[in-house]
């Protein structure tokens, strides 16, 4: 039972205008509906010694209010003076938090509060309606954080550019009891962050490696099928999508897929497409998504009539080689991009975007949600190893065992949720990206996701059902196969989008040598004022200008990805 603590009306009303600034909906609303509070405040005759005692336990909040705000501040202000964003468990008395604010350096401080009891008292005390007003203090209960927020955040600014930075501060040892959720939390953010990082790229070579293989295949997007075309003819033909993954549990589903592959969409990684061939079990389509030469040997191969119908759906950035093998075969295959900047500034917009993801799997659930199939089929997706250690069926081309020795393995809830199941740290972070996905398109669509892959790891959000389930209950008729046949642009078109986009990279060049040329020169300014800084005792005042040498040119960097969006994609990890 809490305590029902008594407020003057001035504190009601530095409570409301504090509630009032927050930004956070769900907080507010918490926050409105308690009525009392197992913390007792106590005052003490400092005004900065403002402290709580939990009465459940008879413990404080801080053991020395003075001494541990002291020490806080001097280890920040010596340590992380210019740091932009600041991480805390804990709101404490949030004393700590308008003193560091008044770092101008310091653009935002996050802080994750399980036990808002103590925000809501901290708000009858003191005025943080400022500081939350411009969101510079921002107050998250980790209680109601989820996949969405996770991603979100991870993903905006400042906390992206920044997050290589990051790391999380606990306000005091009372905190330690919430040991569990700290851990939880941390993870989270970290794994997000890693995430986040990876997406986005963290080499500039690269970003310069995908971006040659591009301009290497951008006269085969332009002379074949566009996407938009794939999505004119096809899109609703189909109410079902089976995704043919590679996973280890992909063998014992093989005979069904073959029974019922007249009555569903076959999408299938690039991987599994010899071992379908193989099989006899033809896809409708194969998608193909990493950009290293090994995985364009998927493609070199001579089905003959086998491939007759099968439509490839390749992301703009593969190996060269996947296309030479692939215009060996067929010319049935479509080349699609993300939305990555250099690719957007050729403007080649009717050759269509769509968001792949990390994996191929994740890359064909997207596809075939914009080809609006109502039921989405996962096998073969096991994201684990085998119990025998094989990371990949008998049939796999490089090997059964190919990722076995690869990675350290690491445990995941299994197939089912029963027990843990060993997996590696790719597999997990192609499991979290997809989990995410999953949730939003719960949430958001009229779409059912099923895991039917009978083994390997449990991916959360998805329905887990047997193969047989699935084809009996959702897969009733024969559709017509093989879909309708797209067609490539008229000869005078793709010699029109060839010109520009032609124009586009010589542009492109340009832009990248005066780059070059202008920032080799800020680059050895500020190299050789740091050798100097290390050879001799300089003064506070020459750091000061080295600093601003820095911030300048970032600025300066910042402002060419805004007006320059070639150079997006290669000076993003820099930034």
Wanted: neutral net charge.
């Amino acid at each position: 039972m809490g305590l029902m603590m008594t407020f003057t009306p001035t504190q009601k009303e530095l409570f409301n205008k504090n509630i009032e600034a927050l930004s956070n909906i769900l907080l507010k609303e918490s926050l409105k509906e308690i009525k009392s509070s197992k913390f007792e405040l106590i005052l003490g005759k400092d005004n900065l010694d403002i402290n709580l005692k939990d009465t459940s336990d008879n413990t404080f909040l801080y053991e020395n209010v003075i001494d541990e705000l002291n020490s806080m501040l001097n280890t920040y202000n010596d340590k992380y003076l210019l740091y932009p964003v600041l991480y805390f468990y804990g709101f404490g008395n949030g004393i700590l938090f308008k003193a560091l604010l008044q770092n101008k350096n310091h653009q935002h401080i996050v802080v994750f509060e399980k036990d808002i009891e103590i925000i809501w008292v901290m708000f009858h005390v003191l005025d943080f309606s400022n500081e939350l007003q411009n969101s510079r203090l921002m107050i998250l209960q980790t209680s109601s954080l989820d996949i969405e927020f996770f991603s979100n955040f991870c993903s905006s600014k400042p906390f992206f550019q920044f997050s290589r930075i990051y790391f999380l501060e606990l306000m005091s040892h009372y905190y330690e009891r919430f040991h569990e959720d700290i851990l939880g939390l941390n993870k989270k953010l970290a794994e997000n962050f890693k995430n986040i990082i990876l997406r986005n790229g963290n080499d500039p070579l690269d970003a310069l490696q995908g971006i040659e293989q591009f301009v290497y295949n951008l006269p085969q997007m332009i002379t074949h099928p566009s996407y938009k075309e794939l999505l004119s003819k096809r899109k609703g033909i189909s109410d079902t999508a089976i995704i043919v993954s590679t996973g280890p549990s992909l063998t014992k589903q093989l005979p069904l897929l073959k029974k019922y592959a007249n009555k569903a969409t076959i999408f299938c990684a690039d991987s599994s497409y010899p071992i379908l061939a193989k099989h006899g079990i033809k896809p409708d389509y194969v998608c193909m998504l990493e950009r290293k030469a090994i995985t364009a040997e998927f493609f070199n191969h001579d089905f003959g009539e086998f491939d007759n119908g099968i439509c490839f759906i390749i992301k703009s950035i593969v190996h060269p080689n996947a296309i030479n093998y692939l215009t060996k075969k067929t010319d049935n295959f479509t080349i699609v991009s993300t939305y990555a900047s250099f690719i957007q500034y050729l403007k080649l917009d009717y050759f269509g975007y769509f968001n792949m993801g990390f994996s191929v799997a994740h890359m064909a659930c997207y596809l075939s949600l914009h080809l609006n199939h109502k039921n989405i089929i996962f096998i073969g997706q096991d994201l684990a190893y085998a119990e025998n250690g094989n990371s990949h069926p008998d049939d796999y081309q490089n090997s059964a065992s190919y990722e076995s020795r690869r990675y350290p393995h690491l445990y995941t809830l299994a197939y089912g949720g029963k027990e843990k199941i060993k997996t590696h740290h790719v597999w997990l972070m192609f499991k979290r990206n997809l989990e995410q996905d999953v949730q939003k398109i719960q949430k958001y669509l009229d779409t059912k996701i099923y895991n039917c892959t009978e083994g390997g790891a449990r991916i959360e959000g998805t329905i887990e059902k047997p193969f047989l389930w699935a084809c009996e209950n959702l897969l009733h008729k024969d559709l017509n196969k093989p879909f309708e046949k797209l067609e490539p642009l008229s000869l005078n078109k793709q010699n029109e989008f060839l010109l520009k986009a032609y124009y586009k990279v010589c542009k492109s060049i340009e832009h990248c040598r005066d780059f070059s040329n202008k920032f080799i020169k800020s680059y050895d300014k500020i190299k050789n004022s740091f050798m100097s800084l290390q050879n001799s005792q300089k003064n506070e005042i020459f750091i000061q200008e080295i600093i601003q040498d820095i911030d300048k040119t970032k600025t300066q960097i910042d402002e060419l990805c805004n007006t320059q969006k070639d150079l997006i994609q290669i000076l993003g990890p820099l930034l």
